[in-house]
Nanobody, 128 residues
Framework: QVQLVESGGGLVQAGGSLRLSCAAS????????LGWFRQAPGKEREFVAA????????YYADSVKGRFTISRDNAKNTVYLQMNSLKPEDTAVYYC?????????????????????WGQGTQVTVSS
């Protein structure tokens, strides 16, 4: 049974940093893409960042490029999202997801429908 467990959310002031973790278990993820999405109240779930497990290629939403960094630790089966220079508009529930995306990863990794497995989410609140 695949499990994705997020941690690391919390309350931080604008300009601060947080690091989210996503511990993955239940299968081999070598051919998977791991992504981070977020959803604010009353808004649709939106793409934040993604990383291919095998090659480590990364993809970012324009809104977080230069501030957020996605990475993975193969030995720990964990994906991280380092978030710097946080803004109040980054406030949301952040979700980790895993999907088998074999083509056009730069495109399909941005779509929630491309992912098969989701974590329960972790709240990030940025105060102004």
């Amino acid at each position: 049974q695949v499990q994705l467990v997020e941690s690391g959310g919390g309350l931080v002031q604008a300009g601060g940093s947080l690091r989210l973790s996503c511990a993955a278990s239940g299968r081999t993820f070598s051919r998977y893409t791991l992504g981070w999405f977020r959803q604010a109240p009353g808004k649709e779930r939106e793409f934040v960042a993604a990383i291919t497990w095998s090659s480590g290629s990364t993809y970012y939403a324009d809104s977080v490029k230069g501030r957020f960094t996605i990475s993975r630790d193969n030995a720990k089966n964990t994906v991280y999202l380092q978030m710097n220079s946080l803004k109040p508009e980054d406030t949301a529930v952040y979700y980790c997801a895993a999907g088998r995306i074999d083509t056009l990863v730069y495109l399909y990794s941005r779509r929630p429908t491309a992912y098969d497995y989701w974590g329960q989410g972790t709240q990030v609140t940025v105060s102004s």
